[in-house]
């Protein structure tokens, strides 16, 4: 007689389990998603920065990045909310540093905790 309703106990404790692998599955994509923008911002913002090039040094064949107008650009395009921006340029190419922080979904109820992302992309000016 002891027995009773141990199935019912069962049941519950699998439905849970399997919530809770949804829940990972959902987190890991949710990460893996953040991780994919992130690239894309970090590449895309060190892209236009090393477009800016001095023009006279231009005119002469030589390709030198215009500091100044390369990390005010890489920083307006890899900005925003909930995002970490560096910007390193110097007259050869232009860095940046992408970090974006991902919260937990159902995860968070059996200890998962905010994970950072952070990417980092350099580019030179090039001929073409």
């Known amino acids: 007689m002891g027995e009773r309703g141990y199935g019912s106990v069962l049941a519950l404790a699998l439905i ?11 987190d890991v994509t949710r990460l893996v998603f953040v991780w994919r923008e992130t690239s894309h911002i970090a590449n895309t913002a060190a892209e236009t920065g090393a477009g800016w090039v001095q023009p006279a ?6 390709l030198v990045v215009d500091v100044a107008a390369a990390e005010s ?3 307006a395009i890899a900005s925003g909310p ?6 390193a340029a110097n007259p050869d190419g232009v860095c940046v540093t992408v970090e974006q922080w991902v919260s937990p ?5 059996v200890g998962g905790t905010s994970k ?13």
């Open 82 to 87: 909930h995002r970490s921006v560096q910007v």
């Open 16 to 26: 849970f389990g399997g919530v809770l692998l949804i829940g990972l599955a959902t």
């Open 73 to 75: 650009s890489a920083l």
């Open 105 to 109: 979904g159902i995860t968070r109820l």
């Open 116 to 128: 950072s992302v952070g990417v980092t992309a350099c580019a030179r000016p090039r001929r073409g």
């Open 57 to 62: 040094d231009l005119y002469r064949g030589d």
